[in-house]
C-alpha cells in the first residue's frame, strides 16, 4: 500500500470511527470531494481529541504547536503525518486556504488552554467562527460553492452548529470545568457565578438556555437566507447538516436544558433526514 493510500486510509478510519452528525452529509459527496472531506473533518477531530484529552496543559499545546509546523509542512509540499499527506491532494485540487485551517487550530487551543469559562458574547463569537466557521469555508471551497452568499451560509451555518453543540454538551463541557455559555447572558439573567456546575444548577438558566436556543435559531434563518442565492445542488452536503442540526435543537428545545444526559439523533433518523435532502434537491 502506498503512503497515499495509507493516509486515506488512517483518516477513514478516523471518520467512521467517529460515529458523526456529518457522515451522512459527506456520504452524499462524489468520490475526491468525499475523501477531502474525510481528511479535513480527521484533522479536526484529531485536533479536538488533543485539547480533550487526558494530557498536561502544557504537553497538549505542544502538540497542537506541532500540528501548526504541520500545516506550513503542508502548505510546503512536504507532509509527514497521515492526516496532512490526506490533507494535500485536496488542499492543491480545491485551492484550499491555508488561513482555515489555522483559525481551526487557534479555536481549539482556545479549548486547550481550559480558560473557556464565560466568555464575553465577542469572544463566544470569535470561537464560533474558529471552530465552526473556518470548516464551512474549507467545505464549501471542496463542494464548488463560492461567492458572498456561499460564505455568509457556511458562516451562519458554522455559528448555529457550533451554539447547538454548546447547548447539547452542557453538563459535559461543566464536568470538563468549561462554561461556553456568554458572560453577558449570565449576567442579564442575574447568574454571577462562573463555576459551570453551580450555573447549570441556577434557577434562571433556563432563561440563558433560552437566549442561547433563540440565537441558534437566527443563524440558521441567516444561513436559509443567504442559500435563496447559492448553488444548492453544489451545498446539498451542508443542506443535509442544517437539517441534522435544526432537528437536533428542536429536540434540545423540548428537553429541560441543561439536560442531564447527551441528546443525540438515532443513525436512522439522520439517514432519513440525508436521504429527504437528497430527494428534495434532485432536478
Known amino acids: 500500500m502506498s503512503l497515499q493510500a495509507e493516509a486515506e486510509a488512517h483518516v477513514l ?14 456520504r452524499l459527496l462524489p468520490g475526491e470531494k468525499r475523501r477531502a472531506m474525510y481528511a479535513i473533518y480527521a484533522y479536526c477531530r ?3 481529541d488533543i485539547a480533550d484529552g487526558d494530557l ?9 504547536e506541532g500540528w501548526r509546523r504541520e500545516i506550513t509542512a503542508l502548505y510546503a509540499g512536504s507532509p509527514t503525518h497521515p492526516i496532512a499527506i490526506a490533507l494535500a491532494g485536496p488542499v492543491a485540487r480545491y485551492r484550499l486556504d491555508r488561513r482555515w485551517f489555522e483559525e481551526i487550530l487557534t479555536g481549539v487551543r482556545m479549548d486547550a488552554t481550559g480558560d473557556i469559562l464565560a466568555p464575553s458574547l ?20 471542496v463542494y464548488g460553492a463560492s461567492g458572498k452568499a456561499a460564505a455568509g451560509f457556511a458562516l451562519a451555518l458554522g455559528d448555529a452548529v457550533q451554539l447547538t453543540n454548546i447547548l447539547r454538551d452542557l ?11 456568554s458572560a453577558d447572558m449570565l449576567e442579564a439573567a442575574g447568574i454571577h457565578m462562573r463555576d459551570p456546575d453551580a450555573v447549570l444548577d441556577h434557577p434562571a438558566i433556563v432563561r440563558v438556555c433560552a437566549a442561547m436556543i433563540d440565537w441558534a435559531e437566527q443563524r440558521y434563518a441567516d444561513a436559509e437566507d443567504a442559500l435563496r442565492d447559492c448553488d444548492r445542488q453544489a451545498l446539498r452536503p451542508a443542506i443535509v447538516i442544517l437539517a441534522t442540526y435544526k432537528r437536533l435543537l428542536d429536540r434540545l428545545k423540548q428537553a429541560e436544558l441543561p439536560a442531564p444526559q447527551r441528546i443525540r439523533l438515532g443513525r436512522l433518523e439522520k439517514i432519513v433526514i440525508a436521504l429527504r435532502a437528497g430527494l428534495t434537491l434532485k432536478p
Open 171 to 181: 453538563r459535559e463541557d461543566a464536568a470538563d470545568g468549561r462554561l461556553y455559555l
Open 56 to 64: 498536561p496543559r502544557t504537553e497538549k499545546l505542544a502538540r497542537l
Open 46 to 48: 484529531e485536533l479536538d
Open 13 to 26: 478510519d478516523i471518520v467512521r470511527r467517529a460515529r458523526s452528525s456529518f457522515y451522512w452529509s459527506m
Open 122 to 141: 465577542l469572544e463566544l463569537q470569535l470561537y464560533c467562527r474558529r471552530v465552526a466557521g473556518a470548516v464551512g469555508m474549507l467545505s464549501i471551497a
